[in-house]
């Protein structure tokens, strides 16, 4: 173990802080469902696979002309998911970024776990809100991300994840058993249920 060096042992995992990328989304379109600013039968226009904002051009891998909310997601439109969060505004969006645990430790025990970095949405400019909706300008652990998809499987509550369920020793025998405790409420269990279409 000492010959190694800490690049070599670092826990990734807990410890690096990435670019979520298209699974932000996921909490983008969950609170653009939360607080009814769209619903599945809504459809937006993809600017076939080019949008001009701001100073910036939006692109999508594909050049798709209008998709369905859900299309939105199931093909991974950044050009939808950007106007999604716009439209939803920046305070919103960083309170479901925030309800989701992103850019907090989780509480897995594991050392060396890191917040990551979201800047307050007082900093935000039309730009910043319009990436972050397709997950780029903030960076989050992987566990955070995990946890996410976690809570979509829960029906919307957060839970701190654990390595293990129980501790055993060399015999078999019970050390220690390990609490899972429920977590906050994320988001309502009916939206979970439509976002997981």
């Not at 199931?74 to 970024?97: H, M, P, W, Y």
């Not at 390990?178 to 009916?190: H, L, W």
Request: charged share 25%.
């Amino acid at each position: 173990f000492r010959s190694l060096s800490p690049r070599q042992w670092k826990n990734h995992l807990v410890a690096d802080a990435i670019d979520p990328g298209s699974t932000l989304k996921a909490v983008v379109m969950t609170a653009a469902l939360e607080t009814d600013a769209f619903n599945e039968r809504d459809t937006l226009y993809c600017e076939n696979g080019e949008y001009k904002f701001h100073d910036r051009v939006i692109h999508d891998f594909h050049k798709y002309a209008r998709l369905n909310f859900l299309e939105v997601f199931q093909l991974s439109s950044n050009i939808c998911a950007a106007k999604i969060g716009v439209d939803l505004g920046r305070k919103t969006v960083f309170e479901f970024v925030k309800k989701f645990g992103l850019g907090e430790r989780t509480g897995i025990d594991l050392p060396g776990e890191i917040r990551g970095l979201i800047s307050h949405y007082s900093t935000w400019t039309p730009v910043d809100v319009a990436n972050i909706s397709y997950g780029q300008g903030l960076a989050v652990t992987p566990i955070q991300i995990a946890s996410v998809f976690a809570a979509f499987a829960n029906g919307g509550r957060l839970v701190t994840p654990h390595l293990a369920k129980k501790v055993t020793d060399a015999h078999d025998r019970l050390v220690r058993e390990i609490e899972t405790t429920p977590g906050r409420q994320v988001a309502s269990a009916r939206t979970i249920e439509r976002a997981n279409r």
